[in-house]
């Protein structure tokens, strides 16, 4: 048991903690009302889409110093329990491009860089699939 959880624990590399799709239930979006680009609400229910932004932010590693950016989104997760965790996410538009996740309490130092190829899957699915097709 002891190693079971080591392994599972492994991959809790953000202060945040590891996110579990299974626990979310919705995954709110808000567009950042000072963006000039016109971008819609979200509201994410699909299984494998909270897998997909549950896997961006359990790849993220930590961003040192302070952080000078512009979310694309306000982003809520919503857990079973009522639970909620807030965010600010930043994509932007261009394919192959990192992101950048920073927890809503904290705006200014604890921000997380989004691999690129896990930036592509949300801008495909934030954004179109044809647009931005989903690897």
Known sequence: MPVLLAAVLSGCQNDYGYINARWVEEIDLTPNPQLEKALENKAITEASYIQAFADAMNKGTRINGDLDYAADYDMLLIYGDGYT??????????RGNEGLLVAAFDSTSKGYSIPAKNADKLR?????RSAYPIP
């Open 124 to 128: 495909g699915i934030l954004y179109g």
């Open 85 to 94: 965790q807030e965010y600010d996410l930043a994509l932007g538009q261009e």
